[in-house]
């Protein structure tokens, strides 16, 4: 049993330390830890550089690179290629771990008996480190089809799943995890570790981002999982009214 997280960068100077530190800081060691950073123009090569040294003391396994992308789906796809773990987790430049993640995952694992493509947790949203959600949906297809309901951030993948299904599909900008696991329809198996495993940053989504996540969704939902366009239509106007309502009342 071997860990892979991966990291895509640029221009995370102000953000990039703390996840680091999260990952030195994990109750576990002997896991992977990879860095893709997107040629960034800032100080985040330099922090990078930085804390290099202190993998090896940490015996966690570290590489990292840095060159341009075509964002993060690319970048976590060249992460993928240069990973040798069995499972595979995606941690954003801006998101930290608790300090006992890995080992929680590492004990599910290791003690779970059947077939999984992805193992996830709960996850808090927070902006300026103040808690605004707990993301802790469960995986149900019926759910599932209509929107992602179950925290990304942090879960591992099997490398199986990627070896059936493929990699990410760079042409998405922020949907393309959700198309990912889209691909297995109701046959993705999936496995809820019921405790807060990590922290997002929420960032401030602009309503170009909300428009093209909208848009991005419903391209997924209608070309992989096949999904009728007025089924899809119908979900659409319902979670764009809830958006709507959610940013009138805040």
């Known amino acids: 049993m071997s860990l892979t997280i991966i990291t895509a960068t640029y221009n ?14 994990q109750t576990v060691r002997g896991f992977e830890y990879i860095i893709v950073d997107g040629n960034s123009s800032d100080n985040t090569v ?20 840095s060159e341009s992308d075509n964002g993060i789906y690319e970048a976590w796809n060249k992460g993928l290629k240069l990973s040798s773990g069995k499972w595979v987790s995606f941690l954003g430049s801006d998101d930290w771990y608790v300090e006992n993640a890995i080992e ?19 996850v808090n949203l927070v902006n300026n480190e103040t808690i605004i959600k707990n ?3 469960t995986w149900k297809w019926k759910v599932f089809k209509k929107y992602m309901n179950i925290a990304h951030v942090g879960a591992f993948h099997n490398r199986i799943f990627f070896d059936t299904y493929g990699l990410f599909d760079e042409s998405y900008r922020i949907a393309g995890d959700y198309e990912l696991l889209l691909r297995a329809k109701k046959e993705l198996k999936t496995l809820k570790i019921d405790f807060i495993s990590a922290f997002m940053n929420d960032g401030g989504i602009s309503n170009n981002n909300v428009n093209q996540a909208f848009n991005e969704t419903m391209k997924a939902k ?10 899809c239509l119908s979900d659409f106007i319902i979670a764009w009214l809830k958006y709507k309502f959610r940013v009138y009342i805040n």
């Open 12 to 25: 995370s100077e102000l953000t990039i330390a703390k996840t680091i530190d999260s990952i030195l800081n």
């Open 46 to 65: 330099q922090i990078i550089q930085e804390n290099e040294h202190k993998f090896e003391t940490a015996n966690i396994s570290f590489k990292w690179i």
């Open 135 to 137: 993301i802790n949906g």
């Open 104 to 122: 929680r995952y590492s004990e599910t694992i290791i003690n779970n008996a059947f077939p999984v493509d992805i193992i996830y947790s709960n």
């Open 222 to 231: 209608r070309e992989t999982a096949n999904i009728p366009y007025i089924i």
